[in-house]
Nanobody, 126 residues
Framework: QVQLVESGGGVVQAGGSLRLSCAAS????????MGWFRQAPGKEREFVAV????????YYADSVKGRFTISRHNAKNTVYLQMNSLKPEDTAVYYC???????????????????WGQGTQVTVSS
């Protein structure tokens, strides 16, 4: 089973940037679609971004499109989330996960993802 560890969160002012990293233990990392999700206080966990195993295809939530970029370095077993033009409403715990259920590369459904990391806190001050 893939084990994931997120890092890179912190406190940033509105308009600033952060880059999150997610390191995977599984040597077959490059066979997994990877996703980023977030959970704000009092809210349900929601989809942010997803990338195919090869890195060739990505998809974003409308709320982050044009501001966030998901990428991966398969040789380093790592997936990234570059977050620019951050807004206070981006404040949340961010999680990475591997797609472990369903067919095809694409999903935004939390139930299709597993091996969740512990999360990393992102706080955007106004």
């Amino acid at each position: 089973q893939v084990q994931l560890v997120e890092s890179g969160g912190g406190v940033v002012q509105a308009g600033g940037s952060l880059r999150l990293s997610c390191a995977a233990s599984e040597f077959t990392f490059n066979s997994y679609t990877m996703g980023w999700f977030r959970q704000a206080p009092g809210k349900e966990r929601e989809f942010v971004a997803v990338q195919s195993s090869s890195g060739g295809t990505t998809y974003y939530a409308d709320s982050v499109k044009g501001r966030f970029t998901i990428s991966r370095h398969n040789a380093k077993n790592t997936v990234y989330l570059q977050m620019n033009s951050l807004k206070p409403e981006d404040t949340a715990v961010y999680y990475c996960a591997a797609k472990v259920r369903g067919t095809g590369w694409f999903s935004v459904n939390l139930a299709d993802f597993g091996s969740w990391g512990q999360g990393t806190q992102v706080t955007v001050s106004s």
